[in-house]
T-cell receptor, first 113, second 114 residues
Framework: DGGITQSPKYLFRKEGQNVTLSCEQN?????MYWYRQDPGQGLRLIYY???????QKGDIAEGYSVSREKKESFPLTVTSAQKNPTAFYLC????????????FGQGTRLTVV | AQSVTQPDIHITVSEGASLELRCNYS??????LFWYVQSPGQGLQLLLK??????LVQGIKGFEAEFKRSQSSFNLRKPSVHWSDAAEYFC????????????FGTGTRLTVIP
């Protein structure tokens, strides 16, 4: 089945550690996105990528990094510079930039311990 | 700048009652409009979308939405709510140009009481 797979579903991080969240899609979509979701704040865009080897910062990119070496993969690294990383992270993809909806993965809940 | 407002943070309805969730947007041209639903701890699922044409759009699970350009609104409706509809609902607007062009509201949480 085509879709977006995020892993792991739950992730725990110690203070000062970097962690990487995986996002893989087999929909052959060009565009991929990472969102952060906190209660009452909706979805906030962290990074997005329109094509391989290219990505742009979203509204809250500080403390995060991404790569897009393959069309189907868009991993997100939460670095130690992110002061409040505990949140629910959603990856999404779209076939193109206009007249298309976003398809979402099931999310990763990151908790700092 | 594009923006989406969902004025109701939380709505409670009785099972079998009708439902309307409000969504207002700000955009200078004709937008693309979406409604998504999210169950706790899950990703977002598309309920329906509007790109052009008929302003009354039918979606999955018995939902519909109406685009009203004069009111900059895209309200979601369902004539009879089921307990399984309890979830969080997000309205989103897509712009016609630009790379980062999908904007979400802050969501409305729906509680259904028996």
């Amino acid at each position: 089945d085509g879709g977006i797979t995020q892993s792991p579903k739950y992730l725990f991080r110690k203070e000062g550690q970097n962690v990487t969240l995986s996002c893989e899609q087999n929909l052959n979509h060009d565009a991929m996105y990472w969102y952060r979701q906190d209660p009452g704040q909706g979805l906030r865009l962290i990074y997005y990528s329109q094509i391989v080897n290219d990505f742009q910062k979203g509204d809250i990119a500080e403390g995060y990094s991404v790569s897009r070496e393959k069309k189907e993969s868009f991993p997100l690294t939460v670095t130690s510079a992110q002061k409040n990383p505990t949140a629910f992270y959603l990856c999404a993809s779209r076939p193109g930039p206009t007249r298309t909806e976003a398809f979402f993965g099931q999310g990763t809940r990151l908790t700092v311990v | 700048a594009q923006s989406v407002t969902q004025p109701d943070i939380h709505i409670t309805v009785s099972e079998g009652a009708s439902l309307e969730l409000r969504c207002n947007y700000s955009y200078g041209a004709t937008p693309y409009l979406f409604w998504y639903v999210q169950s706790p701890g899950q990703g977002l699922q598309l309920l329906l979308k509007y790109f052009s044409g008929d302003t009354l759009v039918q979606g999955i699970k018995g939902f519909e939405a109406e685009f009203k350009r004069s009111q900059s609104s895209f309200n979601l409706r369902k004539p009879s709510v089921h307990w399984s509809d309890a979830a969080e609902y997000f309205c989103a607007v897509g712009a016609q140009t630009g790379a980062n062009n999908l904007f979400f509201g802050t969501g409305t949480r729906l509680t259904v009481i028996p």
